[in-house]
Structures are given as structure tokens and as C-alpha cells.
């Protein structure tokens, strides 16, 4: 059976959210972005069956030094709830600088301060910031490397 990935850049008011599968391509999907946690949970459960996801790849804030931040207990229990309710494996992976490798690939840059927070309120960094860490981990493990 073949793998299918979700790709989770977990933040508390937005959750950034990608997909791939053996091809080993990663891709942004429309990120979790309601005002509720449940109801971005939700969210996640929606996205988890339309693409018979199973397996969950999850950023982890480690510090540049790999060491644990802390944030990283509270990614923990989202690891655990993500678990817990979906019943599919989790991985967590360094997330590194993914945010700013999404601003690097999120093409112009905002003209102006408002410009900026409608992109960030929207979820696409998020997004691409969990492209980024699902093709890093796809690539460490050879998923879809054609060599």
C-alpha cells in the first residue's frame, strides 16, 4: 500500500498543511485557519480523508543548536491529539528555517504592512513552510529522489 503524507507546520492560530505521496512531491494545501481549534481540527480530519492520508509529518521547533525550544511541549501535545483522534502515525521532524525558506519561494515580496498580514492571516507561509519540511523529510528518506 502506498504511503500517503500530510505535512503539518503547526502553529497556535494557523496551521500550515501539505501533501505528497511516493512520487515524493510535496505540495501546500489550504491551510487551518479557523478561529477554533476544534473546528481547524476538523479541518485537518477533512483533509486527512479526502486524501486517505497515513502518515503525519509534523515540524518540530528545535533550536539551531538541536536542541528542544520551548515550544516544542506544546507541539508534543498537538502530536499527541493528532494521534489520539486520527489514529495514524506521527512523525516529527525538524522544521529548521522552513518559515523563512516559505518567504523565500512566496514570490513578490507584500508592497505594504497591510498586504503582508492578509498573506499571513490567510496560511499560505504556513502552508509552504509544511511543503518544505514534508519534501525534507521525503528526501532524507530517498521518497520520490530519482537517483
Known sequence: MAEVYLGVDYGSKRVGLSHADDLG???????AIEADP????EHIGREIVRLKVTRIVLGYPLSLEGERTARCGEVDTFAALLKGRFQLPVELVDEGLTSQSADDLGGRKPRDAKE????????????????????????????????
Not at 476544534?38 to 481540527?41: F, G, I, K, N, P
Open 38 to 41: 476544534a473546528d481547524r481540527l
Open 116 to 147: 503582508r498580514r492578509a498573506r499571513t492571516a490567510g496560511g499560505q507561509r504556513d502552508s509552504r513552510a509544511a511543503a518544505i519540511l514534508l519534501q525534507d523529510f521525503l528526501n532524507s528518506r530517498g521518497i520520490g529522489d530519482p537517483s
Open 25 to 31: 512531491m510535496a505540495f501546500p494545501l489550504p491551510a
